[in-house]
């Protein structure tokens, strides 16, 4: 019998064919950025007043300019230790009272009964509209705009495995193709949404498909590259979603209407429909639906694109998964190590998404030049995959991932603690504490998939990483809601997930040079197979003495 990865060898691990096929899902990486975090510039709530028309006619009969006029018509608040007008009540005063002074010395409301804003409110916002200047999300509905964050993670959280059984059901390639002609259109409906309800219930459509639909061109090719390209391949493919966030602050400097944003955002998924002509459904799927004929066409097709000549070996194609026993959710928490490996890795999800989104989303609210801040912000990801690529071989996966979620946590913790005044310091310290994040939530990928069984794999990701998406719903509410409190209050509490997360990740095994365990007990009783591993190696030796000829066997699948 010969298993899909022996065919590989002579078709080609990472041709021509393969790079063709991961260069084009690369591109799905880009559009999600401005799905997951365009809420920085689409609810973008500018500097805001009670509206009154009585005072605009009062200003106009003054030749009060727009400062004075604010100054005398707002009380003033302590708003997270810092003085400033209040955004959400006025001075209820009879503006049309004819006694009222013009004279901005002697005109003094400071002791006057104030209220709720009743004609709405003013925007400072220079032309840019947002779905905050649009329904008037702020004062007490201001917690309408964590939900535009919140409904697209529960889409998320239930497309992610929606898709993912789909993906598995009915293929790869056409759960890709399908999740995008979701996106395309319930991204176009978010567009045109008449009023704020129908946005949030579209919204979760959207995230529903742009999510599984990302998850299923990740499976597609890790499944079309060699064993030993997969983490390369995967950790790349996540990487393109920091070109993503470059793009977002330049697309959105240019576009100030947050509906054309979003069109501009859907676009791509559209274009993505035509991948229907240049990317293949996953042999490997394939074979294990026993379509074996299909499976072998699309492998000639990409030998001849890599131009490799395959042998008659793969008359007998078979799929190396097909006595694979039946996972269950039982499975992840039976045992001890199983159990602690699924709350370590579920609580790592859950804070990287939290501290990640968290902090992408802070910018939207310090007050400075929010293109300029997510650019540099987003600038320093890139390094973030290169030194994953560069530490797992020659440290290890856990002290980089434990490092990595406490460069994180330190870095919230110091932001949180420089003066306003400090302002590039300050900057330089949050932007390592992104790369700290974003490197902890790329790494939490692979690291799941290296701690499982293999039979349990693709359930125990699933799980772990449905807190992922639990994370993204309570991190705008966690961000936005204590930020009103203390700004920096935030930082304290994602410094404080993140460092316990690092902590809890040296409880981990370390896993470099490790055999991709197969069963249960190769978790739970590590050295048994470790000795299992050693001892087939003592045979293939005394079998082959021959070093040319040990070489030329394939070891057991190694991380």
Same mark, same amino acid.
């Given at each position: 019998?010969?298993?899909?990865?022996?065919?590989?060898?002579?078709?080609?691990?990472?041709?021509?064919?393969?790079?063709?096929?991961?260069?084009?899902?690369?591109?799905?990486?880009?559009?999600?950025?401005?799905?997951?975090?365009?809420?920085?510039?689409?609810?973008?709530?500018?500097?805001?007043?009670?509206?009154?028309?009585?005072?605009?006619?009062?200003?106009?009969?003054?030749?009060?300019?727009?400062?004075?006029?604010?100054?005398?018509?707002?009380?003033?608040?302590?708003?997270?230790?810092?003085?400033?007008?209040?955004?959400?009540?006025?001075?209820?005063?009879?503006?049309?009272?004819?006694?009222?002074?013009?004279?901005?010395?002697?005109?003094?409301?400071?002791?006057?009964?104030?209220?709720?804003?009743?004609?709405?409110?003013?925007?400072?916002?220079?032309?840019?509209?947002?779905?905050?200047?649009?329904?008037?999300?702020?004062?007490?509905?201001?917690?309408?705009?964590?939900?535009?964050?919140?409904?697209?993670?529960?889409?998320?959280?239930?497309?992610?495995?929606?898709?993912?059984?789909?993906?598995?059901?009915?293929?790869?390639?056409?759960?890709?193709?399908?999740?995008?002609?979701?996106?395309?259109?319930?991204?176009?409906?978010?567009?045109?949404?008449?009023?704020?309800?129908?946005?949030?219930?579209?919204?979760?459509?959207?995230?529903?498909?742009?999510?599984?639909?990302?998850?299923?061109?990740?499976?597609?090719?890790?499944?079309?590259?060699?064993?030993?390209?997969?983490?390369?391949?995967?950790?790349?493919?996540?990487?393109?979603?920091?070109?993503?966030?470059?793009?977002?602050?330049?697309?959105?400097?240019?576009?100030?209407?947050?509906?054309?944003?979003?069109?501009?955002?859907?676009?791509?998924?559209?274009?993505?429909?035509?991948?229907?002509?240049? %990317? @293949? $459904? &996953?042999?490997? =799927?394939?074979?294990?639906?026993?379509?074996?004929?299909?499976?072998?066409? /699309? !492998?000639? +097709?990409?030998?001849?694109?890599?131009?490799?000549?395959?042998?008659?070996?793969?008359?007998?194609?078979?799929?190396?998964?097909?006595?694979?026993?039946?996972?269950?959710?039982?499975?992840?928490?039976?045992?001890?190590?199983?159990?602690?490996?699924?709350?370590?890795?579920?609580?790592?999800?859950?804070?990287?998404?939290?501290?990640?989104?968290?902090?992408?989303?802070?910018?939207?609210?310090?007050?400075?030049?929010?293109?300029?801040?997510?650019?540099?912000?987003?600038?320093?990801?890139?390094?973030?995959?290169?030194?994953?690529?560069?530490?797992?071989?020659?440290?290890?996966?856990?002290?980089?991932?434990?490092?990595?979620?406490?460069?994180?946590?330190?870095?919230?913790?110091?932001?949180?603690? %420089? @003066? $306003? &005044?400090?302002? =590039?310091?300050?900057?330089?310290?949050?932007?390592?504490?992104?790369?700290? /994040? !974003?490197? +902890?939530?790329?790494?939490?990928?692979?690291?799941?998939?290296?701690?499982?069984?293999?039979?349990?794999?693709?359930?125990?990701?699933?799980?772990?990483?449905?807190?992922?998406?639990?994370?993204?719903?309570?991190?705008?509410?966690?961000?936005?809601?204590?930020?009103?409190?203390?700004?920096?209050?935030?930082?304290?509490?994602?410094?404080?997930?993140?460092?316990?997360?690092?902590?809890?990740?040296?409880?981990?095994?370390?896993?470099?040079?490790?055999?991709?365990?197969?069963?249960?007990?190769?978790?739970?009783?590590?050295?048994?197979?470790?000795?299992?591993?050693?001892?087939?190696?003592?045979?293939?030796?005394?079998?082959?003495?021959?070093?040319?000829?040990?070489?030329?066997?394939?070891?057991?699948?190694?991380?």
């Amino acid at each position: 019998m010969t298993t899909f990865d022996d065919i590989l060898e002579e078709a080609g691990k990472f041709g021509r064919s393969q790079k063709r096929i991961f260069a084009l899902l690369c591109m799905v990486s880009m559009p999600w950025a401005g799905v997951y975090v365009g809420i920085v510039f689409q609810g973008f709530t500018p500097d805001h007043w009670c509206r009154d028309s009585a005072v605009v006619d009062r200003r106009q009969a003054c030749g009060w300019s727009q400062a004075d006029s604010r100054r005398l018509t707002l009380p003033v608040i302590n708003s997270s230790g810092v003085l400033q007008q209040s955004s959400c009540e006025q001075y209820e005063v009879n503006w049309n009272d004819t006694e009222l002074t013009c004279d901005t010395q002697q005109l003094d409301l400071s002791h006057t009964p104030t209220t709720g804003c009743k004609e709405g409110w003013e925007y400072d916002y220079e032309g840019r509209q947002s779905f905050v200047t649009e329904f008037d999300l702020v004062c007490a509905d201001g917690w309408w705009v964590d939900m535009y964050q919140a409904t697209l993670n529960v889409g998320f959280l239930v497309g992610s495995i929606a898709i993912g059984y789909l993906a598995d059901r009915f293929g790869r390639k056409l759960s890709f193709l399908m999740s995008n002609l979701l996106n395309g259109i319930a991204g176009i409906l978010v567009a045109v949404a008449p009023n704020y309800v129908s946005l949030l219930v579209l919204r979760t459509f959207y995230g529903f498909g742009v999510k599984g639909g990302w998850v299923a061109g990740y499976v597609l090719i890790t499944e079309l590259v060699g064993v030993e390209y997969r983490r390369t391949v995967g950790v790349l493919y996540q990487m393109f979603f920091s070109v993503g966030i470059l793009l977002l602050p330049l697309l959105s400097y240019y576009i100030t209407d947050w509906r054309w944003l979003q069109v501009a955002i859907t676009v791509p998924y559209i274009i993505f429909l035509s991948y229907y002509w240049f %990317i @293949p $459904e &996953s042999p490997r =799927w394939l074979l294990s639906q026993n379509k074996k004929e299909e499976a072998v066409k /699309i !492998t000639e +097709a990409i030998a001849k694109e890599n131009k490799m000549t395959l042998s008659k070996n793969i008359e007998t194609l078979t799929d190396d998964n097909a006595e694979s026993c039946t996972a269950s959710f039982m499975d992840l928490i039976r045992t001890p190590k199983m159990r602690k490996h699924t709350f370590i890795l579920s609580y790592n999800w859950f804070t990287s998404a939290v501290v990640y989104q968290g902090l992408i989303m802070r910018l939207g609210i310090l007050g400075g030049n929010v293109y300029i801040d997510f650019l540099i912000s987003g600038l320093v990801e890139f390094p973030a995959a290169f030194l994953i690529l560069f530490t797992i071989e020659r440290i290890g996966r856990r002290l980089p991932f434990a490092s990595a979620n406490f460069v994180a946590g330190a870095s919230c913790f110091i932001t949180a603690c %420089i @003066p $306003e &005044s400090m302002f =590039w310091f300050k900057t330089v310290v949050a932007c390592i504490g992104r790369l700290g /994040i !974003t490197m +902890a939530f790329e790494m939490v990928v692979f690291v799941n998939t290296e701690l499982y069984p293999t039979f349990v794999r693709n359930l125990g990701v699933s799980v772990c990483s449905t807190l992922c998406d639990v994370g993204g719903i309570v991190a705008p509410f966690l961000l936005y809601r204590l930020a009103i409190i203390w700004l920096e209050l935030p930082l304290i509490i994602f410094g404080s997930l993140a460092f316990v997360a690092g902590g809890l990740v040296l409880l981990l095994p370390e896993t470099r040079g490790v055999p991709l365990p197969d069963t249960i007990d190769d978790i739970e009783f590590p050295e048994r197979a470790k000795a299992k591993v050693d001892l087939k190696n003592q045979q293939l030796t005394n079998l082959l003495p021959n070093s040319s000829d040990v070489t030329s066997n394939k070891d057991p699948e190694v991380v």
